[in-house]
Each structure stands twice: as structure tokens, then as C-alpha cells.
């Protein structure tokens, strides 16, 4: 998709990274310092990106992965000095969590009790996000220095599609990485 109205510089044009570098750069300083809780940074993003779509949301998110790997502190990192997913994001998604949480979901909106069918969905909906978490984790594998990184990191963030649901849950995913990162480099004794 290439917008060409007032919303935004045209995709792929040096304008249009000039502005995702500067919105990844606000982002992962402000996921350092939002409270708990507070989403407003990524509803305003996603706003923001909306005209570009998925591919949009993964070229910013390309350029969250490449400064992960630049500002991961040691302690996150793994035995070849590469951001540990593991360290960075809280433990594996599960279905009984995910169960958890569309019960409180459903009991707010007076839906009713999980039903199997919601148990089923569940399940495939926690592995999907592993196999996304994998996604992640090699794109973590780059090297910033070498001269086509952002190309290496973009491709393996698409190695499980490109669409919607792929590039909000691999966003989520590094949602949490940048504000681990941040966190740490923040308050380096916490």
C-alpha cells in the first residue's frame, strides 16, 4: 500500500523511514516510561500507521528489532551476546492464561462462560503467538552492522505472513522487548 494523500509521506521513500526512525526512537523511549498499563503510545502509532496497513507496522517494527539488538543490555542477552526473548518478554503465552482472560473478558461483557469452542480457539490462538515469538527471535539473530540488516529483519518478520494479525501480535511482542530494554537501560539495578 502506498498513500499518497496528506496523511503521510508515500511508502518506501526516504521520507516515509525518515518518520518511521523517528517513531521508533519516540516509542521505544516512551515504552521505557509509560506506567503499566498505558497503551495510549501504541493506539497513537497505530493510528498513525494505519494508511500503510501491515506492511506499514512491519517496517516499524523492523526498525524496533534492529534497536533492540543495539540497546539490549548484557544481562538480557544470550551466550553469543544476542537479545534473549526469553529474558526480554514474561514466559510462554498458554492457553489456560489466555482461557483466564476471555472468562474476565466475557464476564465483563456479560457474554456468558467459555464455551470448548473458545478452548479450541484459544489453543490456536497461543500457538500462533509462539510461532511468532519464534519469528521474532530469529530476526533478534541480525547483525546491526552488516549493510542489508533492516532487509534481514524485515524478512524473517515475515516468514509467517505478513498480514494484520501477524504484524499486531509480532508489535505486541516487541511492545514488551522495548519496554523491557527500556527499562533496563533506565534503571540498570532494577
Known amino acids: 500500500m502506498n498513500p499518497t ?8 521513500t526516504p521520507a516515509y523511514w525518515s518518520m518511521l526512525e523517528r517513531e521508533a526512537d519516540d516509542f521505544s523511549r516512551t515504552r521505557a516510561t509509560n506506567t503499566p498499563g498505558n497503551w495510549s503510545d501504541v493506539q497513537r502509532l497505530v493510528m498513525l500507521l494505519r494508511p500503510y496497513g501491515p506492511a506499514g507496522l512491519l517496517d516499524l517494527c523492523t526498525l524496533l528489532v534492529l534497536r533492540a539488538i543495539d540497546r ?24 489456560l492464561t489466555t482461557i483466564d482472560a476471555a472468562s474476565s473478558a466475557n464476564a465483563r461483557l456479560h457474554r456468558g462462560a467459555v464455551t470448548a ?10 500457538e500462533r503467538i509462539n510461532d511468532l515469538e519464534k519469528v521474532v527471535t530469529a530476526a533478534l ?47 540498570p539495578r532494577a
Open 5 to 12: 494523500s496528506s496523511a503521510g509521506p508515500v511508502a518506501g
Open 72 to 95: 539490549c543490555p548484557t544481562e538480557l542477552r544470550d551466550d553469543q551476546g544476542r537479545p534473549d526473548l526469553p529474558k526480554l518478554i514474561k514466559g510462554k503465552s498458554d492457553a
Open 117 to 126: 469452542d473458545d478452548l479450541t480457539s484459544a489453543e490456536e490462538q497461543v
Open 141 to 187: 539473530q541480525t547483525r546491526t552492522g552488516h549493510p542489508k540488516a533492516r532487509r534481514h529483519v524485515r524478512r524473517a518478520l515475515s516468514q509467517q505472513g505478513d498480514g494484520a494479525r501477524e504484524a499486531t501480535a509480532i508489535f505486541g511482542i516487541l511492545s514488551d522487548v522495548m519496554e523491557a530494554v527500556g527499562r533496563k537501560t533506565a534503571h
